[in-house]
Nanobody, 120 residues
């Protein structure tokens, strides 16, 4: 059993900052990628930022220069530093990770989602 637990969402004013974290636990042999995706009402889930476990990041164009993703491989945890937040960043953010587990397969796992609201 593999679990992803997210934390760090909330309400901030435009221009503010938040840090999201995602911790993976369970029967993990190796993590391939971990990242955040967002999904608004009636919309498809889209990539925000993703990092390979050897440290290569990938960002959506809309967040480049404002968001930074990092990982702590000793804690199976990834972090998303979100700066210069805009109202259009408001969404539910989901952590997603591709993990090789005790099932001896590569599977995609998802967290429960955390609400990020940017409003004055």
């Amino acid at each position: 059993q593999v679990r992803l637990v997210e934390s760090g969402g909330g309400l901030v004013q435009p221009g503010g900052s938040l840090i999201l974290s995602c911790a993976a636990s369970g029967s993990i042999f190796s993590i391939v990628t971990m990242g955040w995706y967002r999904q608004g009402p009636g919309k498809e889930r889209e990539l925000v930022a993703r990092i390979t476990w050897n440290g290569n990041p990938e960002y959506a164009d809309s967040v480049k220069g404002r968001f930074t993703i990092s990982r702590d491989y000793t804690r199976n945890t990834a972090y998303l530093q979100m700066n210069a937040l805009k109202p259009e960043d408001t969404d539910v953010y989901y952590c997603g990770s591709r993990i090789y587990s005790s099932r001896s397969t590569y599977d995609d796992y998802w967290g429960q989602g955390t609400q990020v609201t940017i409003s004055s």
